[in-house]
């Protein structure tokens, strides 16, 4: 791009080429409009330039970024010549325009490499230096060139105490053969090299370090060894306690073995979805089988038939609830007789609540079994011996009501035999007369019943019952005494059907035993002699039962304890009436207790509950 300009520096020529590049037509650019292509951070630089140019009337290159047409700045270099006459007075300027875009371009890439370059290598002297390890350089001898910050920090020693082979003065005298040994082997037979040693820190002390070292060829064929020294005296350390802890782990899982298989139980553990995995050899020993046999789900061979499905479900149930139970079935012993276990189990549970591991034992309590037999054998005498002491305080009020339906009885017979003589004859009161013999003979016939089935001794009978109706006949039994002794009977019972399983006679004499205490309470001391007793479902799938009076009231302080054997707030009291209450009751799966009267009167309400037939909790 070629120009030209008059002596005082006005431009008066520029070439199509400079014309096209600016995209201007020369009237806008000529004499001093020429600056205004310049860039503004430019012109001013580029003034002043011209300017010292033309004092001088010296030629000098000048740089500056020109616009061109479609915008976009460049990077330009101006040249200049001044054309001048004889006498050496300036006529004229003649130059060029350069476009130096891309070698500029060039030139800063060039300068961006180099301030990188020297970036990157004052960083990676930098992470040389700061790197926690012994970083080191070798001749192909193995003498030492180079070695970093952290050497001389560890060493306290100047580099040139260390390299060539001043190392060595630092090694472990009992590791320097071993070490220069591997050293010179590598050196000559193998690109890389692994050791370890001890090194002598500024503190005199030494510390194990790890060795390693690989041998590089760079484009000229120089060979140098590069490597680090890393600091292993904890892990050394560690290594030490490890193999140490090792073998007292391995002692003491050798004495844990012989205890567990020395104990007298039988423990097991399972994984946690309760497959079998581990059992003792108290256990195997007793049932006889192969652990193979029983691992897995193999161990419900070992119950016996009836207990198997119980047991599963049991299991399940378990393992869906991630909570231990215990759970008593039979197991066949080796020599084919089956006896009674507790089985025992306690989850092992990670940090979120997972099981990881199911530990358990199981207690034989074949002897307890029978200890229970034989315990609610005498319960059940003694609760017979209660009834028949009960029903013979009862006598003269049984005979009683027992008395009104035969009256009655001879009565309308009587009456029926009237109605059937000659000349008298009338069939319809007959047939009346005759069908309330029927009535006051079944009525009879009910009291007699329920007094011995009160006095039977038969094993309990555990059935589906109709409680309202067990309810109803023993209060039956009582109407006669209460009335005797002046007291009030209510019955609060709801409408709806209440069912549940259990024994008929042991229930009814829950409900006997309960009236009676309240009756002698009331004689004792009460003005208004009433008992109140209720029966609804609750709110918990099951019955509930209370025997309310107007009595004296338990003492607070023995409310918690008038349940307990021997235990009686009565003079003449033995103090199993309750006893046997509450065994009967939770043997049903029912619980029983006592509380005072509310309302400011004075008083006790005994409750029992117990589960509707169907429940989940009898289920």
Not at 41 to 47: E, P
Not at 549 to 562: F, K, N
Request: glycine share 8%.
């Amino acid at each position: 791009m070629a120009w030209s300009a008059t002596s005082d520096g006005m431009l008066d020529f520029a070439n199509q080429h400079f014309l096209e590049f600016i995209g201007a037509p020369f009237e806008e650019i000529s004499g001093v409009n020429f600056y205004k292509i310049f860039h503004p951070d430019d012109t001013s630089r580029l003034a002043s330039e011209w300017h010292e140019i033309m004092a001088f009337k010296r030629a000098k290159e000048v740089e500056g970024r020109i616009r061109r047409a479609d915008g976009e700045y460049r990077w330009c270099t101006l040249r200049q010549k001044p054309r001048l006459d004889a006498e050496g007075n300036l006529v004229k300027w003649y130059g060029v325009v350069l476009d130096i875009e891309d070698r500029k371009q060039a030139e800063n890439a060039l300068k961006e490499t180099k301030s990188a370059l020297a970036a990157s290598e004052e960083n990676l002297s930098l992470i040389i230096n700061s790197l926690p390890v012994l970083v080191w350089s070798a001749r192909p001898d193995g003498s030492a060139d180079f070695v970093n910050q952290s050497w001389l920090d560890y060493a306290g020693l100047p580099a040139d105490q260390i390299l060539d082979w001043g190392f060595l003065d630092l090694y472990h005298p009992d590791d320097i053969p071993g070490m220069v040994e591997i050293w010179k082997r590598d050196l000559e037979h193998s690109d890389h090299t692994v050791l370890k040693g001890r090194i002598r820190g500024k503190d005199d002390k030494y510390r194990w370090f790890y060795f390693s070292g690989r041998k590089l060829t760079d484009a000229n064929g120089m060979v140098r060894w590069f490597g680090v020294n890393i600091d292993i005296e904890d892990l050394q350390c560690a290594e030490t306690a490890l193999r140490e802890s090792e073998q007292a782990l391995r002692e003491s899982e050798h004495k844990l073995n012989l205890i567990i298989n020395t104990i007298p139980a039988m423990a097991w553990s399972c994984t946690p979805d309760g497959r079998l995995e581990y059992w003792n050899q108290n256990l195997i020993d007793f049932v006889g089988l192969p652990f193979e046999e029983i691992v897995g789900f193999g161990f419900y061979r070992m119950f016996h038939p009836d207990d198997v499905e119980p047991m599963r479900t049991s299991w399940e149930e378990i393992i869906k609830s991630k909570r231990g139970r215990p759970v008593d079935a039979r197991i066949r012993r080796a020599d084919g007789e089956y006896r009674w276990f507790n089985l025992r189990q306690n989850p092992l549970l990670d940090s979120d609540g997972n099981v990881v591991r199911w530990y358990g034992v199981v207690v034989d309590i074949e002897d307890r079994k029978r200890a229970e037999e034989s315990l609610r054998q005498s319960q059940s005498d003694l609760a017979h011996v209660t009834r028949m002491t009960t029903t013979g305080e009862l006598a003269v009020s049984i005979a009683h009501e027992v008395n009104q339906p035969l009256m009655a009885i001879v009565t309308n017979a009587g009456t029926c035999l009237r109605w059937l003589q000659p000349g008298h004859t009338d069939l319809d009161q007959a047939r009346l007369a005759a069908e309330r013999i029927v009535r006051d003979g079944h009525r009879a016939g009910d009291i007699i019943a329920s007094i011995r089935a009160m006095a039977q001794k038969l094993p309990a009978k555990i059935e589906r019952t109709d409680f309202k109706s067990a309810l109803r006949d023993v209060l039956d039994l009582l109407r006669g005494e209460l009335r005797h002794r002046g007291i009030e009977l209510n019955l609060d019972v709801s409408e709806s059907p209440i069912e549940v399983i259990g024994d008929r006679t042991q229930l009814q004499q829950v409900v006997l035993n309960l009236v009676m205490n309240s009756a002698e309470a009331i004689a004792a001391s009460s003005t208004e002699k009433c008992i109140t007793v209720g029966c609804a479902r609750d709110e918990q799938d099951g019955v509930k039962v209370s025997v309310s009076d107007t009595g004296a009231g338990v003492p607070e302080g023995q409310l918690d304890r008038i349940f307990e054997a021997f235990y009686s707030t009565k003079v003449d009291g033995i103090g199993m009436g309750l006893s046997i209450c509450r065994s009967i009751v939770e043997a049903h799966g029912g619980r029983i207790w006592a509380s005072a009267a509310t309302g400011g009167q004075a008083g006790s309400i005994f409750t029992f509950t117990l589960p509707i037939a169907g429940s989940r909790k009898q289920s």
